[in-house]
C-alpha cells in the first residue's frame, strides 16, 4: 500500500512548526484543535484545513493563511477556503450544501423572496412543546395562638 501523498501545505505547516519549535500535538491544542489533527495533515490522512480550522492554525503559526496554502503573502486566499464546510460535521446533507451554495449567488432581493417561497412551500412552523406546569407550593398556614 503506497503512503499517502504530503501536500505542499503539510510542507509549510511542518517548517513553520521546526521555526516555532512546537510539536503538532502543541499547535492543535493552541490552536483548539482535536490532538491528532496536525499530525493526520501532516501524514496526509486528513485533507488541508478550512475556514475556523485554517484560521487558527495561521494564527498559531504566525503566518498568513495565504502563505498556508501556497499564495504570495500580499494575496487574499480564495474566499471558499474560509468557508466552513458544514458538510464534514454531518450538519448537512449534500442537497442542503448545494442549496446553501447556490442561495450564496444570490443578491439579497432574490435571497429574501426565495426565502417567503421556502417558508410557503415548508407550511406553519410547528408549535413549541409545551412544558407542564408545576404544581405551586404554598406556605403551610400559621397556627394561631
Do not use: W
Not at 489533527?37 to 501532516?42: N, Q, T
Not at 492554525?57 to 474560509?82: H, K, R, T
Amino acid at each position: 500500500m503506497a503512503e499517502p501523498e504530503i501536500s505542499p501545505m503539510a510542507e509549510r505547516i511542518e517548517a513553520r512548526l521546526e521555526r516555532l519549535s512546537l510539536t503538532p500535538a502543541a499547535a492543535a491544542k493552541k490552536a483548539t484543535l482535536p490532538p491528532d489533527a496536525i499530525e493526520k495533515i501532516l501524514s496526509g490522512r486528513a485533507p488541508s484545513p478550512r475556514g475556523t480550522a485554517l484560521r487558527k492554525l495561521a494564527e498559531v503559526l504566525e503566518c498568513s493563511i495565504s502563505y498556508l496554502v501556497g499564495l504570495d503573502p500580499d494575496v487574499p486566499p480564495p474566499p471558499e477556503l474560509l468557508e466552513e464546510e458544514q458538510g464534514n460535521f454531518g450538519l448537512l446533507s449534500g442537497d442542503q450544501e448545494a442549496l446553501l451554495r447556490a442561495y450564496g449567488r444570490l443578491d439579497h432581493a432574490s435571497k429574501a423572496a426565495l426565502l417567503r417561497v421556502a417558508q410557503k412551500m415548508a407550511g406553519p412552523e410547528p408549535d413549541p412543546p409545551v412544558e407542564p406546569k408545576r404544581p405551586v407550593r404554598r406556605k403551610a398556614a400559621s397556627a394561631k395562638a
